[in-house]
Structure formats: C-alpha cells, structure tokens
C-alpha cells in the first residue's frame, strides 16, 4: 500500500514537471514567433 502511494506521488511529479517543461518550451516558442516578425520587418 505505502509502495503504491510512492509510485502515485512519483508519477504525479514526473507530470507536473513534464507540464512544466512544456509551458516553458510553449512561452519561448510563442516569444520567439512574436519576435521574428519584427526583425524581419526591421531586415526589409
């Protein structure tokens, strides 16, 4: 039982940590996109 309880808080962690990675990779992407418009724009 203590054994199932270990692996739920481990798996809920390897979740949130996941999630984390991705929101993170998602707000760099999302800058980065906002960002190239507008060196292109300065580049013209």
Do not use: E
């Not at 940590?17 to 999302?30: A, D, E, L």
Request: charged share 5%; hydrophobic share 50%.
């Amino acid at each position: 039982m203590y054994i199932h309880f270990y692996l739920h808080i481990i798996s809920y962690l390897y979740l949130f940590q996941f999630c984390n990675i991705v929101s993170c990779v998602g707000w760099k992407s999302v800058f980065l996109l906002h960002s190239l418009p507008s060196k292109s724009m300065l580049w013209q």
